[in-house]
Structures are given as structure tokens and as C-alpha cells.
């Protein structure tokens, strides 16, 4: 297998998989996430430019936000500090290590322009959402991804037991998008940032990096989180 990436760098190759296809991606997602739902839905007429004090998650819309390293790659993305920067970190460090090496400009998190083409895109207004490759992955396009790069999404979304919805299950799909699902100071979320801190503490870094998101115990508890989820 080839794993030289589109560029010349090493990694997981969304190129060089001949005649690969997506042919698994859910229908609609949705996470016990409070009411984070009811908030899109609710929302999704303002669609165009959001007039919220909160995002459509149910954090709060900021006038700005801490710039952050991704961990392996040099790229830096503004996120809301906390619990939120230290989930959507981890699945930025994961995508560079295991689907494709992020160059400059690949990362988008926390914006000022209230301009938004679906009501998820808000989450990016309160830090509590981050884009990779958005231009590669523009709302409404499906089924970019090849299915080495699903698998690896799918392990990362059941490792975080919820916390993080993929704008790919989302009925108007954006496959560069990655949302904080759970209120701010949710006891899950807490739990999952947690979890990660600890990875990275503890000896090895057995976090982003170290896991094989191909093992089949891994890869049957996607499926079965996926199933769940859906």
C-alpha cells in the first residue's frame, strides 16, 4: 500500500486508493447533546447571517479566541479555551497523524463573520467548532471521504462517546466540519477532556498518535457506536 500523501508527505493517501468510494455514511446524527438539536432546528431560518448570542450548540457567540498549536503539525486554530479546545485538538492531532499531514491554511475554528450557509456553522462563532480542509469539503457536497479516512473519523467519534458530531451525518453534510455536541460544562464532556488530558500525561502519549483505528475490537466499536448514534 502506498501511503504517501497527495503532496509528497507521508500518511494515510486519500489519492492513491484506486477506484475507492465512499459507500458508508450515516444518515443524520444525533447525540444526546441537551438541547443542541432543538437549538438547529430551531435556528436554521436565520441561516444566512446568525443573529444568536449563542451558537446553534448552545455555546456562547465570542468576540474572540486563544490560538492553539495542533499538536504534530505546526498549524494553529482558535478555539474556546477549556474543555472544548482540548476535544477538538484531539481531533485535529488524530486527522494529521492518521488521515493526511495538515498544511498551512487546512484548520479553521473560531471566526467573527456571522455569515453562515446552515445553522451548524454558528458553532464556529463560540469556538466550539473547527473546519478542516472546508474548501475540499464545502456544506452540501458528500462522500469525499475514502474509506480508510471513514474508518479513522468513525473511531475518532466513538472514542469521544459523543462529544463530537461530524458534519458528514448532518442532513445538509459538510465533511470538513467537526462540532462540539454537549452544552458547556456538560458532565460528559468534562469526562471526555479529561481523557484525553490523561493520554497525554501518561506514559507513551496513548492519545493521537499511538492507536490503530484498524483493529477490528476498535473498528466493531465504531460500527456499534455508529449504529447507535444513528
Not at 189 to 205: F, S, T
Amino acid at each position: 500500500m502506498d501511503l504517501t500523501g497527495p503532496n509528497g508527505t507521508d500518511g494515510l493517501s486519500r489519492r492513491r486508493f484506486i477506484g475507492a468510494g465512499t459507500t458508508a455514511v450515516a444518515a443524520a446524527t444525533l447525540l444526546d447533546i441537551g438541547t443542541a438539536g432543538g437549538a438547529r432546528a430551531a435556528t436554521v431560518a436565520d441561516a444566512g447571517t446568525w443573529k444568536g448570542a449563542t451558537s446553534a450548540n448552545n455555546w456562547p457567540v465570542l468576540d474572540g479566541a486563544t490560538s492553539f498549536v495542533v499538536e504534530g503539525s505546526g498549524e494553529k486554530v482558535s478555539l474556546a479555551e477549556g474543555d472544548a479546545a482540548t476535544v477538538l485538538l484531539h481531533v485535529a492531532r488524530r486527522y494529521n497523524y492518521e488521515i493526511d499531514t495538515l498544511r498551512t491554511g487546512d484548520v479553521h475554528g473560531w471566526r467573527a463573520d456571522r455569515k453562515v450557509a446552515e445553522a451548524y456553522e454558528s458553532n464556529y462563532l463560540s469556538g466550539s467548532a473547527l473546519a478542516i480542509r472546508p474548501a475540499m469539503y464545502p456544506v452540501g457536497s458528500k462522500g469525499n471521504l475514502y474509506p480508510n479516512e471513514l474508518i479513522v473519523v468513525r473511531d475518532i467519534l466513538a472514542e469521544l462517546d459523543g462529544a463530537v458530531a461530524w458534519g458528514g451525518d448532518f442532513a445538509t453534510p459538510k465533511e470538513s466540519h467537526f462540532e462540539i455536541t454537549l452544552k458547556p460544562g456538560h458532565p460528559r464532556l468534562k469526562g471526555v477532556a479529561r481523557k484525553i488530558l490523561g493520554w497525554k500525561r501518561g506514559p507513551g502519549n496513548a492519545g493521537a498518535g499511538a492507536v490503530d483505528a484498524f483493529d477490528p475490537r476498535r473498528r466493531s466499536a465504531a460500527r456499534a457506536f455508529e449504529r447507535r448514534m444513528s
